[in-house]
Nanobody, 128 residues
Framework: QVHLLESGGGSVQAGGSLRLSCAAS????????MAWFRQAPGKEREVVAS????????LYADSVKGRFTMSQDTAANTVYLQMHSLRPEDTAMYYC?????????????????????WGRGTQVTVSS
């Protein structure tokens, strides 16, 4: 069973930076995709970024391209979301997600329906 635990959220002013972390356990190989999603009050959960653990290839939503970077520390089994130039519209609960352990990934995936393991979320608040 896959377990995910996020950390690193907080409050920053517009233009600031934050780094989110997600510690993962339960994967026995690296042909797996992980992702960050976010959900603002009254809005649907949306994808932010995805990474293929085997290669660190990543994909991003258009809204965060050039500002956010998803990476990993393989030794620590941890993925990160480095966020720069934060905007008030980035305010949301951020969730780490991973495919189930039986699923094989050969590329990062932005489709929410591919993800079956979720963390509890970490709040990011950006003030203007």
């Amino acid at each position: 069973q896959v377990h995910l635990l996020e950390s690193g959220g907080g409050s920053v002013q517009a233009g600031g930076s934050l780094r989110l972390s997600c510690a993962a356990s339960g994967y026995t190989d690296r042909n797996k995709c992980m992702a960050w999603f976010r959900q603002a009050p009254g809005k649907e959960r949306e994808v932010v970024a995805s990474i293929l653990l085997l290669t660190s290839e990543s994909l991003y939503a258009d809204s965060v391209k050039g500002r956010f970077t998803m990476s990993q520390d393989t030794a620590a089994n941890t993925v990160y979301l480095q966020m720069h130039s934060l905007r008030p519209e980035d305010t949301a609960m951020y969730y780490c997600a991973g495919v189930q352990s039986r699923v094989y990934c050969d590329a990062p995936v932005l489709d929410i329906y591919q993800y079956g393991a979720w963390g509890r979320g970490t709040q990011v608040t950006v003030s203007s």
